[in-house]
């Protein structure tokens, strides 16, 4: 993640919580600034703002993210 545009990815136990399959599913949909679980109060959009990305794309973000927990 930027400094400032939401928590730590490393060690992240939101990240470590959420299955393979829901974290694409989190990644696909994204998070809204108002969204009661946002700590950051900053939206997480859709894709993180890459409307190309595909859904494996996106599943080798989320091993990705599982190297850094």
């Known amino acids: 993640g930027v400094d400032g545009l939401g928590p730590s990815l490393i060690g992240n136990q ?11 599913a989190f990644l696909i949909v994204g998070r809204p600034a108002d969204n009661q ?6 939206t997480m959009p859709p894709k993180g703002g ?13 091993a990705f993210l599982r190297t850094l927990n």
């Open 50 to 62: 890459n409307p190309s990305l595909s859904e494996a794309d996106l599943a080798d973000v989320a």
């Open 14 to 24: 939101f990240v470590a919580g959420l299955g393979d399959d829901d974290l694409v």
């Open 37 to 42: 679980d946002n700590e950051s109060g900053i």
